[in-house]
């Protein structure tokens, strides 16, 4: 079973940057498309981003042109590269592994993003 493991969270203030990582285990990772999910208090789970096998990207529009992801398949990790923050990025960022942004294989644990305004 694969297993998700993120690191990289914490508290920023506005305007400020954070870089997510996610390492997973298995030696699948390089034919699954992962992706980066956010929950805020109150609220529902909802995509971030996600990379294909095949290098493709997608993202939510709320963060496009503020967030990246990306993905070494050598290290077995994807990352989610966070600019411009702001405070309604506030959230538990969640890492998956998915088909689709409704199609979710397993999930991180997740770590929580605070960006203070």
């Known amino acids: 079973q694969v297993q998700l493991v993120e690191s990289g969270g914490g508290l920023v203030q506005a305007g400020g940057s954070l870089r997510l990582s996610c390492a997973a285990s298995g030696s699948a990772f390089r034919l699954n498309t992962m992706g980066w999910f956010r929950q805020a208090p109150g609220k529902q789970r909802e995509f971030v981003a996600s990379i294909s096998s095949g290098g493709n990207t997608d993202a939510a529009d709320s963060v496009k042109g503020r967030f990246t992801i990306s993905r070494d398949n050598g290290k077995n990790t994807v990352y989610l590269q966070m600019n411009s923050l702001k405070p309604e990025d506030t959230a538990v960022y969640y890492c998956?592994?998915?088909?689709?942004?409704?199609?979710?294989?397993?999930w991180g644990q997740g770590t929580q993003v605070i960006v203070s305004s």
């Open positions: 998956a592994r998915l088909i689709s942004r409704t199609i979710i294989l397993s």
